[in-house]
Nanobody
Framework: QVHLVESGGGLVQAGDSLRLSCAAS????????MGWFRQAPGKEREFVAS????????YYTDSVKGRFTISRDNAKNTLYLQMNSLKPEDTAVYYC??????????????????WGQGTQVTVSS
């Protein structure tokens, strides 16, 4: 497994931007599919975006398409989520996750093996 630590969350206003980072331990980061999930109060954890090993292929849930961008820097063992045009409904704890097998189109929580502790994103209206 890989150890993951998220950062970059905060309190912003609607329309603002934030960039989340996820630092990964180990020398095999580039062999993992990576994903971002989020969990709002009283709701189940949901898929946000995923990225393949090379970073060339990405996948998003419909509600964030055109606003969020997932990327990775394998040399720095870091995953990113650039969030633009934030909305109050984006408020949640955001988690990064990693898995060694399957597809980047796997969007279930159970599809991922390793998780970070989460970072809070709050968007005020």
């Amino acid at each position: 497994q890989v150890h993951l630590v998220e950062s970059g969350g905060g309190l912003v206003q609607a329309g603002d931007s934030l960039r989340l980072s996820c630092a990964a331990s180990g020398r095999t980061f580039s062999s993992y599919f990576m994903g971002w999930f989020r969990q709002a109060p009283g709701k189940e954890r949901e898929f946000v975006a995923s990225i393949a090993w090379s970073g060339r292929n990405t996948y998003y849930t419909d509600s964030v398409k055109g606003r969020f961008t997932i990327s990775r820097d394998n040399a720095k063992n870091t995953l990113y989520l650039q969030m633009n045009s934030l909305k109050p409904e984006d408020t949640a704890v955001y988690y990064c996750a990693a898995k060694r097998s399957g597809s980047m189109y796997d969007t279930g929580v159970k599809d991922y093996d390793s998780w970070g502790q989460g970072t809070q994103v709050t968007v005020s209206s």
